[in-house]
């Protein structure tokens, strides 16, 4: 479980922005080993049919991928691009696979318009070989996907937009996002998002329906309580990382269980109970250390809460959830 705490902390979040591009070349750098290409395809297959069980259109939407390695860097599953080397058909991956010398941070990972045509790309760094960690880095991916089928709805772009100038920061998402003045540091704010974390605890462990009732109500008075005590702006930001984050994190689990169901492999088995306990960790770690710790890191792991809640009021709450652009607030509402 430690291993997990130190995966969640290190990846949590972190689509970086792109650092600043080398020289291309045309040289051949080989290409990644069949090891890191079959991890690949084998987070693509489960994002595509375990996630199609989880959420209609994650079997369509494309799923690029851009691999980080020392020196190198290779775009999986994406149209012909000019400023890559020549591409070439992948039998591992069943895509067209292009590589060049590396150009981004080889710390990135994340869902990301690297390019700027609109496109979202997963950035991944070599894939583990410890088998917990290959299913966490699994997991991971699988949220990212959830991203590129978010990117993927025709209003998503514009919005994100007016997003981008109404929380200051530019057009890219990975600045905003990351840069907005949340004010984690504050006792009151930190007070009571700690009775949230708590609520959110509660209600995962609850092994009735009336506890899990009790603590969504619980949690959800405090909730209401962080937002009188910050700014409609600050609010509008956590309504939207919840939105973005915290179902994306949500996802994770649902579709690592699918998987596990249908391949009967207790590999991918424990892979999907271990996601389940690392939101556990996760919880009672933001307990003891506080949301001025964690910050943004702190949405994304009482985000899968919200989702949960949302399931119990309103009972198609996945088109609600698209109808609501941004917001968990209606869905927690029961306005489906």
Known sequence: MRRLLIASLALLGVAAAPAQPQAITTQPLGQPDVAAREAIHMAQLIGRRAGEKIWKGMAETPFDVLLIEADRETLFCSPNRKDFPPRKWDPTTHCWMQTRARTQDADSFGETDVF?????????????????????????????????????????????????????????????????????????????????AAAALEFLQARTVEERSRAASDYLTQRTALQHLVSPTDWRYFEEQMWTEGVARWTQAPVMDAYAASSHDPGWQKGANDTHKARLVSLNSIRRQGFKMWKRGAIYEVGPVEAEIAAMRCKDWKSAYWAHHFTMGPLLAGKC
């Open 116 to 196: 700027g045509n609109g496109r979202g790309i997963i950035l991944v760094g070599v894939p583990p070989k410890d088998p917990d960690d290959l299913h966490f880095w699994t997991a991971l991916v699988v949220h990212e996907h959830f991203h590129q089928l978010q990117a993927s709805k025709p209003w998503f772009e514009p919005e994100s937009k007016k997003l981008a100038a109404v929380f200051g920061g530019g057009t890219g998402a990975e600045s905003w996002a990351l840069a907005y003045p949340f004010p984690y540091q504050r006792g009151d704010v930190n007070a009571v998002f700690d009775k949230m």
